[in-house]
Structures are given as structure tokens and as C-alpha cells.
């Protein structure tokens, strides 16, 4: 895995799946589906979205969870750590 030093910027388009995928987490407590990626951005299919959330992956901005279902936020686009604040 690429450290944030040795990580490959985002592309525009990667920038705002990752910002809308953080905005699906704070406003629904859950990971975006990949249907909601694909019809928020026009995909015709869900690989499409899964090429995002791959390169995503491999740039070190979130993980997968190991069943394939849901999604770890590591980054913002702009590389600051992802945090939530549990009141």
C-alpha cells in the first residue's frame, strides 16, 4: 500500500466519487451502494464504479471491507485523514 508521500494524486473524477461516498457516510451512516456511484455519476454498469473505487483502493484513500460489501474511509480527497466524531 502507498504511503500518502508515495500515493498518486486523485484524478478529478476520483476526487468526487471519494467526496461523494464521504457525504453518503455522514448523511446516511452507511457506505454508498455502488447502484447509488453509478447513477450519481452516470455509469452504465457497476464496473465503471468498481475501476473508481479500485484506483481509490490502491492510492490508499479507502479500503474495502474484506467481504466486498461496504467501505473504509482513510482520505479526504485533499490526502487529510478521514475522521468521525462520535458525540
Given at each position: ?7 498518486r ?60 460489501n ?13 475522521e468521525?466524531?462520535?458525540?
Amino acid at each position: 500500500r502507498a504511503t500518502m508521500s508515495e500515493a498518486r494524486p486523485l484524478t478529478a473524477r476520483q476526487a468526487e466519487i471519494l467526496a461523494f461516498c464521504i457525504q453518503w457516510l455522514l448523511d446516511y451512516h452507511t457506505t454508498a451502494p455502488i447502484r447509488a456511484i453509478c447513477a450519481r455519476f452516470g455509469f452504465r454498469s457497476t464496473n465503471g464504479a468498481n475501476d473508481h473505487l479500485r484506483a481509490l483502493e490502491a492510492k490508499g484513500f479507502m479500503r474495502r471491507h474484506h467481504d466486498g460489501n461496504g467501505l473504509f474511509i482513510l482520505r479526504h480527497p485533499d490526502g487529510r485523514p478521514f475522521e468521525i466524531t462520535v458525540k
